[in-house]
Each structure stands twice: as C-alpha cells, then as structure tokens.
C-alpha cells in the first residue's frame, strides 16, 4: 500500500488519512506526532502533505508553529467504528505480530491493522 499507485488510490488515502486526523482525540500534537498517525495511511511524502493541506483547508486542523490543533471534527467510536478480525497480521503502528488485528472503519475506507494498544495510541485515547 505505500508509494504510489496512481490518482484514485492516492485520492483514497488523502481521504481515509483526513478522516483520521479528524477523528484525533488531542488537544494538539506535533507535526511529527501528527505525521507518525498517517503513516498508517500512507508513508508517501506527497500524499502525507496533501492530507495535512486538505484537513487543514477543511477547517479539520489549525497548524501553528509546528503543531497541529484538531478542531474536533469526531472520534473514533471503538464499538462502533472499530472491527475486530481474527488472523496473520503485522500492526500497522509498531509492526508487531497480531493473532486479531483492529480496524477503523472511516466513510472513504478502513484503516488498520491495529494491536489493542497501537489503535488506542493513533486515535490519541492514550
């Protein structure tokens, strides 16, 4: 999924990783904090940048002195917007070995895999 896969699946990722950083449960983070969060979207810099343009232009985030202000677009509902599947997966946070992988289910697509705590981390609930 990383790199580049033409206009559609970059347009995709633009508005999966702008419903993420929607969906942040802080009051801020740093742009590099922010940045680790859409790296489970992408790890494209283009890509990265235009999410962070387009949640901004938005009125999604405020970005001042090298932080970004989440202007309480939502959360993650964890009963709700998170799925569970049982399987082989690698977290997409930490790269750890997962038995049951979580997933965010946004409007433009789903998110994840997850480990219990990674999910917790990115959503900013811990």
Sequence with gaps: ??????????TDRVEVGVELLAALEFESLSVADAVDRIEAVTTNPRTTRAILDAAEQRGLIERDAGRIYPQGGGHVDFDADVIRKDGAFSCRRCGCS?????FIQFDAGEVGPFGSSCIRIVTGRE
Excluded: C, E, F, I
Excluded at 5 to 10: A, Q
Excluded at 98 to 102: D, F, K, V
């Design 1 to 10: 999924m990383p790199g580049h896969s033409g206009s559609d699946g970059d």
């Design 98 to 102: 997962l038995s049951t992988g979580h």
